[in-house]
T-cell receptor, first 117, second 113 residues
Framework: AQKVTQAQTEISVVEKEDVTLDCVYE???????LFWYKQPPSGELVFLIR??????QNEISGRYSWNFQKSTSSFNFTITASQVVDSAVYFC??????????????FGAGTRLFVKA | DTGVSQDPRHKITKRGQNVTFRCDPI?????LYWYRQTLGQGPEFLTY????????KSRLLSDRFSAERPKGSFSTLEIQRTEQGDSAMYLC???????????FGPGTRLTVL
């Protein structure tokens, strides 16, 4: 069955520290997508990144970077020089193909990140 | 701005009452998904539409739940005879069929007393 595991329930760092959020997934699909979403205290789910299973290149976007390793079924997320505004719950997610043509998104339980000033 | 509005943003109701939520995507998407998020958990899939057709329902969607997308644009989710266990955030997400990326609306937080 499709599954996403985020082993870290909560992480607390001091501003300007680097932090890595871990994500491990299980899937039976040969083609799939992986995602990260951010949920700040306001509650909205904010899309951060989508990665195709065929593309294992690491990606960097400003202070954010993602490391996709298919061999270990991991898709980790690193925030460099963290800021207080990074405080949020971060969800790793995996697409699961539906027989009817759509895709549902399987979410991990989330990692709550606290960044202290 | 996610390009999705949901109404109401908050709903408090008494057990046994019926409630209806609405999701309005700003731009056109063939697919529209509903999810439910309980406290401390990630969202869970409920159902999805391809245009007007409801193509998939999760086992989480009991017969007290019904969803529609009459014109292939906005969608409604109704819960009949609400129970305390229905208390959650209900999220809708238009789906980009090309990339499978779902952009979530702000959600409707339901509290059943």
């Amino acid at each position: 069955a499709q599954k996403v595991t985020q082993a870290q329930t909560e992480i607390s760092v001091v501003e300007k520290e680097d932090v890595t959020l871990d994500c491990v997934y299980e899937t039976r699909d040969t083609t799939y997508y992986l995602f990260w979403y951010k949920q700040p205290p306001s509650g909205e789910l904010v899309f951060l990144i989508r990665r195709n299973s065929f593309d294992e290149q690491n990606e960097i976007s400003g202070r954010y970077s993602w490391n996709f390793q298919k061999s270990t079924s991991s898709f980790n997320f690193t925030i460099t020089a963290s800021q207080v505004v990074d405080s949020a719950v971060y969800f790793c997610a995996l697409s699961e193909a539906l027989n009817t043509g759509g895709f549902k998104t399987i979410f991990g339980a989330g990692t709550r990140l606290f960044v202290k000033a | 701005d996610t390009g999705v509005s949901q109404d109401p943003r908050h709903k408090i109701t008494k057990r046994g009452q019926n409630v209806t939520f609405r999701c309005d995507p700003i731009s056109e998407h063939n697919r529209l998904y509903w999810y439910r998020q309980t406290l401390g958990q990630g969202p869970e899939f409920l159902t999805y539409f391809q245009n007007e057709a409801q193509l998939e329902k999760s086992r989480l969607l009991s017969d007290r739940f019904s969803a529609e997308r009459p014109k292939g644009s906005f969608s409604t989710l109704e819960i009949q005879r609400t129970e305390q266990g229905d208390s959650a955030m209900y999220l809708c997400a238009p789906g980009d069929s090309r990339t499978d990326t779902q952009y979530f609306g702000p959600g409707t937080r339901l509290t059943v007393l």
